[in-house]
């Protein structure tokens, strides 16, 4: 009897068993890195938009800041001014030789100028004048001054303006009235300031700015006493801009 043949293992067989198994793991892995690439992409693109937003964000915030800002700090205003009172610090009335002054009038008065500052920011201001007239006589009567100063950021200063008022060099209309009228000499006076504020220190640079007002004042003169009458009533001159 015949033995029988070994049989020869089937290598082809199990090369494509393995070469299969192979297939199948790298097109699991192929799925697996195509399936990842959308999610970075994803993710990508989720972190794109949140800076976008962020980025908005502070650009909105900043715009903001500098509206509010230019409505406040950087807009420089105009102060105000006003006259809080006048006082007959001395007078002198007396009777003249000569025909065309026969009643001499001196008075010097005080005024207190009210300086008003709206801005966030100190101002400087330059020496100032306070000119006074006689109703419908367009030669000043009286001429003062005030020093330089400064005014804190939204604050209020106060000067002292002295000056001689020679009230008889109008004419003869006033010195009737005092003689023969009630006593009352109406007088008009006028003030400019100029100023400079600085925006943010300097940063910003410097603006300049003027005021001026207006104001009426009624003195009651007799020989042996002059005074003010009430309060000063003033408003803005918008004509001295």
Known sequence: MAE?????????????VFDAAKAKAKAIDGDAIESAKPAEHGHGSRLLRRACCVLGVVAAV???????????VLKVRDPTLSMDSVTVERFNVRFGTEASRPLRI????????????????????????????????????????????????????????GMD?????????????????????????????????????????RRTVRVAMRCRVVLRV????????????????FSSH
């Not at 007239?133 to 303006?161: C, N």
Request: aromatic fraction near 6%; charged fraction near 20%.
């Open 106 to 161: 001196n008075v010097t008065l005080v005024a207190g100028i009210v300086i008003k500052n709206p801005n966030y920011e100190s101002m400087r201001f330059g020496a100032s004048t306070t000119e006074f007239y006689v109703d419908s006589v367009p030669e000043y009567v009286g001429l003062g001054s005030a020093p330089p100063g400064e005014v804190a950021a939204r604050g209020t200063s106060r000067v002292r303006v």
């Open 222 to 237: 007799s020989a042996v006493l002059v005074v003010a009458a009430g309060s000063p009533s003033c408003v803005a001159d």
């Open 62 to 72: 900043a715009a903001a800041v500098m509206l509010v800002l230019s409505l406040t």
């Open 165 to 205: 008022v020679f009230v008889d060099r109008v004419g003869p209309a006033v010195v009737g009235e005092v003689l023969f009228g009630r006593g009352e000499v109406r007088l008009a006076s006028h003030t400019a300031v100029d100023g400079r504020v600085s925006v943010l220190g300097g940063l910003y640079g």
């Open 4 to 16: 029988a043949e070994p049989k020869k293992p089937k290598t082809k067989d199990v090369d494509v």
